[in-house]
């Protein structure tokens, strides 16, 4: 026989078979595009920040360079040594200490401003995270990753006060951008860099370079200096090499980095386990189909090219289909991760993109083969008794024993169905198994992370901070302040003001007046925050909180230990304890000026200050020493009821512009990392739903002609739909009851791992988040997601027409 | 006495450019009756009884069972219809095969809402009278054709139907088997049960049935009025 015959059943098998033919392309459509964007998840998350330095140019070396020293044409010269490949610039450039508006205004750290004309360029391509690009004077772009130590988020809109300048010009924040480099704390028009440079200030410029040779540290110091040869001597007053940042950046998107990869996996297990059931599922279904065909002459090989080619088809349209569903869902998912990975974009690999594809393709392939080939080698007979009704016998057991529950007869019949085709039920067990464990996974995540969020901000237990004004030169700062629990509201926060400024015993009575005297305060301490202190065996310096009153309150969740309960001891980071080697109970001695202070570690804290370089304490164990401490800031904690911005208000009006009060909120990018887990959850729980939206349209074509006998005997409409969501109800309830400590399992591996790649310890607390009504909830979940997948094809099975249900085989 | 079955001009189309597969017909059924449907393959004798059953729904026209317009309800009205007042038997039995005969005979009580215990009871009585209660734990692919007819006339029975519809019967059965299945179905009609019987096989007809109606492309054959019939 000639290939027509094949082609031809194949076509007729696709028409035939219309809700089996979309079921598989719907499968392979979602299933490749969850792999797609799984694997680019995956992908991306083993070297996040070398993926985005790939995609946006990243310069190997930021050098700042004399522009009085060298003429254009020598800085453009550059180009052409033998070792860069690419180099731009040269952009003016300035630093600056900008203030918020209004007079004493809330001032920031001294910030590098580069001119640019436009965000992109073959080296260091900036991505706008919102707003748009400086398109005139008097237009600023934020970077979003400011000076370190700081994270005061800057709404658009904002007009910045350039105070270190003569005549003192604003610049309006019009935009936010990203540089994989953090080559600059914002940008402004080139032509504005002159009118912010101070009289007698230098010039400076910014070069950028790519290098035929930087993969180490030498190479880049050999790099540099042959550009710094190239040049008059003097010219390259400073450089940043890209491995630095790297670096950095490596360690700020580690602790992220399991979580997204558990997703992935997730995905991509589940995508390969269903779309294999779903195609092999529908050649198995198709077994009386084979019977017949080969019964009036078709070969096996025949056979075997017909039905594989009738799964085919709609596997690969589904995939290329996918392909580009995965893309499209990469661009906000991707988005979102390169959010919380700080690294300003991510793109699904190219090899992704080819890899999938060919991969579910060979994976569909073989899901038909073997059936197939089965099919092929049983007799014409074999074939048609094999594509009947499941096994004589299988099932029988479970019909009799739930037939005598006190239960609704269409739910004993649907709840014991399952047991007709075990394989089938295994696959659609596991499959909901897994989407339930990622609903449980990503709920203990969340909650866990918002414990982490919460033990990073304080926010719920000292929701407003007041700040009290230093008398530096430059008005009232923030110096010696947590800077990254601050939130500035826009041009219209911060309540500082001019005039006199207080002394600190001053300060100290009028804001503690204030606090004694305020509806709402529950407890208040003061803090000296932030100094930095030098400890005995470290060579880094050691940030210290120093605590007047009882802190016990503040919100500071243990790791290990306790908090310090008297003088002569101390609380620790995690970090402190690993870079030094020491553990509670042990010594340490600080330095201040000439004078040691000897104290215990009583506790383990959770805090990534200073990466977990930080040491907290009170006063009293401080007395003698020549600290030089002062409060800077008073921690308020309030009555349950009280509106935190309300407080905060009527507190700035009382304590007057000389102070600022600020509530205290979580880090902003908390809520990103949530609306990623919430996304991927779905995404997994829509993936294990198809897998029973095509287990059930199996089931029902394997079975219509019962259905058909069902209804011809009295089964109405509602009782059917019962009866066929109960036919994976069951294999769902005991999937989420599976699930659920699989989940717990998953989380109390990942969070730890995260917390390890933080270098931070984990409290109990942060792990322990499964109270008994949520697991009985989340044991539910394989029930939901079973029962959203079912719904649909029950709906048809009931709307079927009983007289041709009952005509067919 | 009120008709059990009218039905008024019932016309039935599954395309429309096709032939209709059941064209204008008119029939009465008296209760008590025991009606043959005659015809051809293709016919359209299985439309009819499929209308009457409220298995199909009519292009056009009306079904009336036991003052109930079956045309007009809805598939949940359908089925509880069928549940109370219809008894269905098919030529290849249509029994489940993974439920016991037992549960076999009990679903449509069971789908009704029956009391367990009012319903085995009931399922008891029919098994016994039926002469399968030895089989009530045995599943159908173990029962000879004969056997399994019975199971189907059981779960038929268990509602008390005001009306047993009978696809072919016989036709799966060999002659011998199917002469007893005949004779039990004009044992039902003998003791009051209401019967309309579909069969190609005139023999059938004249033995078990009290009046033959003959359908022909749809259509009740020349010369037969919905009311006369030929009657015996």
Same mark, same amino acid.
């Given at each position: 026989m000639s290939p027509g015959p094949v082609t031809r059943a194949a076509a007729g098998g696709l028409t035939r078979r219309r809700v089996q033919t979309v079921v598989i392309g719907l499968v392979l459509l979602v299933s490749t595009g969850a792999s797609v964007l799984a694997l680019a998840l995956v992908a991306d998350s083993s070297s996040p920040f070398d993926h985005a330095f790939a995609v946006q140019h990243g310069a190997h070396v930021v050098a700042t360079v004399d522009p009085v020293r060298a003429t254009s044409a020598q800085l453009a010269a550059t180009r052409r040594l033998p070792e860069v490949t690419a180099a731009a610039g040269a952009f003016a450039e300035v630093t600056v200490t900008p203030k918020m508006p209004g007079p004493g205004g809330l001032t920031m750290p001294p910030t590098t401003l580069v001119g640019r004309a436009s965000p992109g360029g073959p080296i260091d391509d900036l991505t706008l995270q919102s707003g748009h690009w400086a398109q005139?004077?008097?237009?600023?772009?934020?970077?979003?990753?400011?000076?370190?130590?700081?994270?005061?988020?800057?709404?658009?809109?904002?007009?910045?006060?350039?105070?270190?300048?003569?005549?003192?010009?604003?610049?309006?924040?019009?935009?936010?951008?990203?540089?994989?480099?953090?080559?600059?704390? #914002?940008? $402004? @028009?080139? /032509?504005?860099?002159?009118?912010?440079?101070?009289? +007698?200030?230098? %010039?400076?410029?910014?070069?950028?370079?790519?290098?035929?040779?930087?993969?180490?540290?030498?190479?880049?110091?050999?790099?540099?200096?042959?550009?710094?040869?190239?040049?008059?001597?003097?010219?390259?007053?400073?450089?940043?090499?890209?491995?630095?940042?790297?670096?950095?950046?490596?360690?700020?998107?580690?602790?992220?980095?399991?979580?997204?990869?558990?997703?992935?996996?997730?995905?991509?297990?589940?995508?390969?386990?269903?779309?294999?059931?779903?195609?092999?599922?529908?050649?198995?279904?198709?077994?009386?189909?084979?019977?017949?065909?080969?019964?009036?002459?078709?070969?096996?090989?025949?056979?075997?090219?017909?039905?594989?080619?009738?799964?085919?088809?709609?596997?690969?349209?589904?995939?290329? #289909?996918? $392909? @580009?569903? /995965?893309?499209?869902?990469?661009?906000?998912?991707? +988005?979102?991760? %390169?959010?919380?990975?700080?690294?300003?974009?991510?793109?699904?690999?190219?090899?992704?993109?080819?890899?999938?594809?060919?991969?579910?393709?060979?994976?569909?392939?073989?899901?038909?083969?073997?059936?197939?080939l089965r099919a092929g080698r049983l007799s014409a007979a074999q074939a048609i008794a094999a594509g009947r009704a499941p096994r004589q016998g299988r099932g029988y057991a479970a019909h009799r024993l739930l037939g005598r529950l006190a239960l609704p007869r269409p739910v004993t019949i649907g709840l014991a169905a399952p047991f007709a085709r075990p394989a089938r039920a295994a696959v659609t067990l596991a499959a909901i198994l897994l989407g339930a464990a990622a609903v449980t996974f990503a709920v203990g995540l969340g909650q866990s992370l918002g414990r982490v969020a919460e033990g990073l901000s304080h926010s719920s237990a000292e929701p407003v901070q007041v700040f009290i004004p230093s008398a530096s030169p430059g008005g009232p700062g923030l110096v010696g302040v947590h800077v990254s629990r601050v939130h500035v509201t826009g041009p219209q926060g911060g309540t500082v003001g001019p005039g006199h400024l207080p002394t600190d015993a001053q300060a100290q009575r009028a804001v503690t007046a204030a606090l004694r005297a305020q509806p709402g305060t529950a407890h208040y301490v003061g803090v000296s925050?932030?100094?930095?202190?030098?400890?005995?065996?470290?060579?880094?310096?050691?940030?210290?909180?120093?605590?007047?009153?009882?802190?016990?309150?503040?919100?500071?969740?243990?790791?290990?230990?306790?908090?310090?309960?008297?003088?002569?001891?101390?609380?620790?980071?995690?970090g402190f304890l690993t870079d030094t080697g020491r553990t509670v109970g042990d010594t340490i001695t600080m330095t201040f000026g000439s004078k040691q202070v000897t104290a215990r570690i009583v506790g383990q804290v959770f805090d990534t200050h200073n990466n977990g370089l930080a040491i907290l304490t009170g006063w009293q164990t401080l007395a003698g020493a020549d600290h030089g401490l002062a409060v800077d800031q008073y921690d308020i904690g309030l009555r349950p009821g009280t509106s935190a911005p309300a407080y905060a208000q009527a507190l700035g009006s009382k304590l007057g512009p000389a102070y600022l009060v600020n509530t205290n909120g979580r880090d902003q990018g908390f809520p990103i990392v949530l609306g990623l887990i919430g996304t991927l959850t779905l995404l997994l729980a829509i993936v294990a739903g198809l897998g029973v939206l095509n287990t059930v349209v199996l089931s029902t074509r394997e079975r219509v002609h019962d259905l058909g006998v069902f209804k011809a005997i009295g089964m109405t409409p509602r009782q059917t739909i019962a009866m066929v969501v109960c036919w994976v109800a069951g294999t769902g309830l005991a999937a989420g009851v599976i699930a659920v400590p699989a989940g717990i399992v998953l989380h109390h591996y990942v969070l730890p791992v995260m917390a390890a790649a933080a270098n931070v310890g984990l409290p109990a607390s942060f792990l322990n988040v499964y109270g008994g009504a949520e697991v009985a909830a989340l044991a539910l979940a394989g029930l939901v997601i079973a029962v959203v997948g079912a719904l649909l094809p029950a709906g048809w099975a009931a709307r079927a027409r009983t007289a041709s249900a009952l005509r067919a085989e | 006495m009120d008709a059990l079955v009218r039905i008024s001009q019932v016309t039935k189309r599954y395309d429309n450019d096709g032939r209709p597969a059941v064209d204008g017909v008119s029939l009465e059924i008296a209760p008590g009756e025991a009606v043959a449907v005659m015809g051809p393959s293709g016919s359209g004798k299985s439309t009819l009884l499929n209308l009457i059953a409220g298995l199909d729904r009519p292009t056009s026209g009306t079904v009336t069972v036991a003052g109930e317009r079956v045309d007009k309800l809805s598939e949940t009205g359908l089925a509880r219809f069928r549940r109370r007042r219809i008894g269905m038997i098919f030529q290849f039995f249509n029994l489940l095969d993974d439920l016991t005969v037992e549960d076999n005979v009990l679903l449509p009580a069971q789908l009704s809402g029956l009391r367990s215990g009012q319903a085995r009871a009931r399922a008891a009585e029919l098994l016994a009278a039926l002469r399968i209660d030895r089989y009530r734990n045995a599943y159908p692919g173990r029962l000879s054709g004969g056997e399994r007819q019975r199971v189907a006339i059981a779960r038929a029975l268990v509602n008390r139907p005001e009306l047993l519809l009978a696809d072919e019967p016989t036709g799966a059965l060999d002659t011998a088997t199917g002469e007893e299945i005949g004779q039990l179905l004009r044992d039902l009609n003998a003791s009051g049960q209401s019967l309309v019987l579909v069969t190609h096989n005139p023999d059938l007809a004249a033995r078990y049935a009290s009046r033959t109606v003959q359908i022909v492309d749809g259509r009740l054959a020349d010369g037969q009025l919905a009311e006369l019939g030929v009657r015996r």
């Open positions: 005139r004077l008097g237009q600023i772009v934020l970077s979003s990753d400011p000076s370190p130590g700081s994270s005061v988020s800057m709404p658009l809109g904002t007009r910045l006060i350039i105070s270190s300048v003569p005549g003192k010009p604003t610049l309006t924040v019009v935009g936010i951008a990203d540089s994989v480099n953090s080559s600059a704390g #914002g940008w $402004v @028009v080139p /032509g504005e860099i002159a009118k912010l440079r101070a009289p +007698g200030t230098p %010039a400076a410029a910014q070069m950028l370079f790519r290098f035929r040779s930087a993969g180490s540290a030498a190479d880049v110091r050999a790099d540099v200096a042959a550009v710094a040869k190239d040049l008059p001597p003097g010219t390259v007053t400073g450089t940043e090499s890209y491995l630095a940042v790297r670096a950095q950046e490596s360690s700020n998107i580690a602790p992220w980095v399991p979580f997204v990869v558990a997703f992935g996996v997730i995905g991509l297990v589940m995508s390969v386990l269903i779309v294999a059931n779903v195609v092999s599922g529908a050649v198995v279904a198709g077994y009386q189909r084979i019977g017949i065909l080969k019964s009036i002459g078709f070969s096996p090989g025949q056979v075997v090219a017909a039905y594989t080619s009738q799964a085919g088809a709609p596997a690969v349209v589904g995939c290329l #289909g996918g $392909v @580009v569903l /995965g893309n499209l869902l990469a661009v906000p998912i991707l +988005g979102q991760t %390169a959010n919380v990975y700080g690294v300003g974009t991510l793109h699904v690999p190219v090899w992704v993109d080819v890899a999938v594809p060919l991969g579910m393709c060979a994976l569909v392939g073989i899901a038909a083969l073997v059936p197939s925050a932030g100094q930095m202190i030098t400890v005995a065996g470290l060579s880094q310096q050691v940030a210290m909180t120093a605590f007047h009153g009882d802190a016990s309150w503040t919100g500071y969740a243990m790791i290990s230990g306790h908090w310090y309960t008297g003088p002569g001891q101390v609380d620790v980071a995690t | -």
